[in-house]
């Protein structure tokens, strides 16, 4: 069966409820079409210590603040409660298990596949996000390496790694909390870590570091990094004592010319100081019983954890489209007009502001130019 509306939205994650929100205060038709069984289905599944690492604040979707009562950063479980709190207050009921497994061009309008529930639109919205896509890079020698090998996305917490060495991989926001996580369970962990880093602070001047790039969001990236270091070097100290290299761009221009999110640091470089956290360089080769580094000796450890990040792929779900997507699959624009007519995508790119708070900004810009394309 096929029914028509005015748009079609994919995803019932942060960004799919915030634009169906904003499409239904503009009296636009709009279903949600979620593969899983409940809205938040990612955040359900997030590791058990993970709070918001931006602050309650600035980081609520439009038309209905976080509670107060979760604190400055949300537990997990709080910003599952207030997705379904969401989705509750703008009376959002998506379609569930519906997975959408093509979106293509059916004359004028949009088709997405998913089987009885497919929905034909002039607009459809991808809000599918990033998590169906974990990246795990190969090396040499892994398939003989003894124990187990999962990217950060199905780590939980630290009881299965009790009495273990562990090697983290990736020293980004999953990762360094990651092995934060096993050190204070006091498990043996090292992390692994490649590239030069950008660490901010959670709080400046007892401030959330996300008030500092939306007051500059006006300046250059170059100029408000250059205003911000001196005061994110002070909070952080050295970071080449520790052995780390800092990246060359700063925080705010490495997020917009490059879509590297900076890592907020939650006490994981303390634990590097203290020696609970062993770091280590980038990954050779693996051998059965544990890793060979470039530079530092080879190790043996019993489990790895890949924080190696995502990549979405969008070709397969939008084989029509490749005019919005890179060679990669990546989508080239979010939260405006993409190069095909009709298809939107709603915070699938990072933003210098948080993600929750640019997921906000980009669902009302959608929806007013959907309004608009309907009066046309
Ligand atoms: C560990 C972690 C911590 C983060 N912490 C913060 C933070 O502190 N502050 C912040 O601002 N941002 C944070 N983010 C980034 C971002 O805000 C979140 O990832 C957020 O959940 C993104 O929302 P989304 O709706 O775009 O995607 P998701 O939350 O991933 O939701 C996508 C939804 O689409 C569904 N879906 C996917 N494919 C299909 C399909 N083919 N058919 C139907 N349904 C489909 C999924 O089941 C899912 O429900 C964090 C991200 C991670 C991974």
């Known amino acids: 069966m096929t029914s028509s509306c005015d748009a079609i939205i994919i995803g019932a994650g942060p960004a799919g409820l915030a634009t169906a929100a904003a499409f239904r205060a503009r009296g636009l038709n709009a279903p949600i079409l979620e593969k899983s069984d ?3 289905a990612v955040w359900r599944r997030h ?5 918001l690492h931006t602050d ?50 059916d004359g004028r309008s949009w088709r997405a596949e998913a089987g009885e529930n497919s929905r034909s639109a002039p607009i459809v919205v991808v809000a599918t996000g990033w998590a169906d896509y974990p990246h795990a890079p190969a090396w040499p020698g892994m398939e003989t390496f003894g124990g187990p090998i999962m990217h950060s996305s199905r780590y939980r917490n630290p009881t299965p790694f009790a ?5 983290v991989v990736g020293y980004g926001n999953s990762g360094a909390e990651i092995a934060l996580d096993l050190a204070e369970a006091g498990v043996n962990v090292a992390l692994s870590v490649r590239s030069p880093v950008n660490i901010v602070p959670r709080e400046l001047f007892g401030l959330p ?14 100029v408000a990094d250059s205003i911000n270091a001196p005061f994110v070097q002070f909070a952080i100290g050295s970071l080449e004592k520790l052995g780390l290299k800092r990246s060359a761009k700063g925080p705010i221009q490495a997020i917009k010319e490059d879509g590297r999110v900076p890592l907020i640091d939650v006490g994981t470089l303390d634990a590097i100081r203290d020696g609970r956290i062993k770091l280590r360089d980038d990954i050779a080769s693996f051998t059965r ?13 019993d489990a790895i954890i890949l924080a190696t990040g995502f990549r979405a792929d969008l070709r397969p779900l939008l084989p ?25 995508f709603c915070g699938a790119i990072p933003s ?24 046309a």
Not at 47 to 51: G, S, T
């Open 163 to 167: 009495g273990k060495r562990v090697l």
């Open 38 to 40: 409940a809205v938040g």
């Open 352 to 375: 210098a502001l948080g993600q929750f708070r640019q997921i906000g900004i980009e669902a009302t810009r959608i929806a007013d130019a959907a309004q608009s394309l309907r009066a």
């Open 209 to 222: 570091i996300l008030v500092f790039p939306t007051a500059e969001q006006w300046l250059p990236p170059r």
């Open 320 to 344: 029509d489209a490749k005019a919005a997507l890179s060679a990669t699959g990546a989508p080239l624009v979010s939260g405006r007009a993409t190069a095909e007519p009709g298809l939107f």
């Open 47 to 51: 590791y058990d210590r993970l709070h």
């Open 289 to 301: 019983e544990g890793v060979d580094f470039k530079q530092s000796p080879a190790e043996r450890f």
């Open 56 to 105: 309650r604040l600035r980081s609520g979707l439009p038309g209905l603040p976080i509670p107060k009562a979760y604190g400055r950063y949300p537990s997990r479980a709080h910003v599952v409660e207030y997705l379904e709190a969401y989705a509750a207050k703008f009376d959002l009921k998506p379609v569930f298990n519906a997975n959408v497994r093509s979106v293509r061009r």
